[in-house]
């Protein structure tokens, strides 16, 4: 079962498909489960420019931040980068 996501749901609902979820698959062949915050394409410049820097990946047009490569501690330094993303 998935469990709730640890951000507000704001952040989770501003875009018609915000969370992804597929399957990626690694060397072995094993698939892992991923999910991601998806967020406009211009916020990568300015979450890795930002203090801390937020690396993600831009796919189809999309910032997307992977939750599998977030440690639960951070999740209110990373909030509040994307926060700043939108003034």
């Given amino acids: 079962t998935d469990s709730p ?14 969370v992804r ?9 094993v698939a892992l489960p991923s999910a991601a915050v998806s967020l406009p394409e211009s916020y990568a410049e300015r979450l890795r420019a930002g203090e801390p820097a937020v690396v993600g990946r831009v796919e189809q047009g999309r910032c997307l931040l992977d939750l599998r490569a977030l440690a639960p501690e951070s999740d209110g330094r990373v909030l509040e980068a994307v926060r700043r993303c939108t003034s």
């Avoid at 996501?5 to 915000?18: D, G, I, L, Q």
């Avoid at 979820?21 to 062949?29: E, L, N, Q, T």
């Fill in 5 to 18: 996501p640890r951000w507000p749901a704001s952040v989770w609902t501003r875009s018609p498909s915000p």
């Fill in 21 to 29: 979820r597929r399957r990626r698959r690694r060397r072995a062949g």
